[in-house]
């Protein structure tokens, strides 16, 4: 008897290229949520050695994705939250700018290079690699499976996202991702 294949639920929007420019804001937790990054000592985070590499790592993103530029961006326990922006690549020399060449073709995991998602798995991939290198203690699986993003579509968003990083240290105790959260 086969056994049915299994199908995870994209959390993605149905048919948006994220490999479009525009901004994104990226939520990617750690695995069983478990505070590998440091601790929130009266409303500021600070970051142990796996965090600075979380930290450096994602200051690292447009050394390897030229389309990239970073915005807000802040470790916590648990969690990063941060704003990508992705940008159209220009001309180089006398090639065609990207929008006139037919796209790259998808990885077999259906990534698209220089996507949002193949910039989560690069970011992700690079601090476990890291840590593990620098930490024999850090777990066999860093990261939780997948992410949160949000299509940013107005600086309203833009601001409130950006001030939602800001203030995230000092409402720990009331964040989603606390396991020890005082919310209802």
């Not at 065609?96 to 990534?111: C, G, K």
């Not at 949160?148 to 990083?165: K, M």
Request: proline share 9%.
């Amino acid at each position: 008897m086969s056994t049915p294949e299994h199908r995870r639920r994209s959390i993605r929007l149905p048919g948006y290229d994220y490999a479009s420019p525009g901004g994104y804001f990226v939520t990617l937790c750690t695995f069983q949520r478990l505070p590998l990054f440091g601790d929130i000592v009266n409303g500021e985070m600070h970051l142990n050695n796996c965090g600075r590499i979380a930290q450096d790592c994602w200051n690292a993103i447009p050394g390897h994705f030229p389309n990239a530029r970073l915005d807000a961006f802040i470790v916590m326990p648990n969690h990063v939250h941060g704003v990508l922006w992705l940008t159209p690549v220009g001309a180089q020399h006398a090639a065609p700018l990207r929008s006139a060449v037919p796209r790259h073709t998808a990885t077999p995991n259906n990534v698209l290079p220089g996507s949002l998602g193949a910039i989560v798995r690069s970011y992700k991939s690079a601090v476990s690699r890291n840590a593990s290198t620098i930490h024999q203690t850090t777990p066999r699986f860093l990261w939780q499976r997948n992410y949160y993003e949000r299509i940013i579509r107005d600086d309203a968003e833009l601001n409130a996202v950006r001030q939602y990083i800001i203030d995230n240290p000092t409402n720990w105790q009331d964040d989603e991702h606390n396991p020890a959260a005082t919310h209802p």
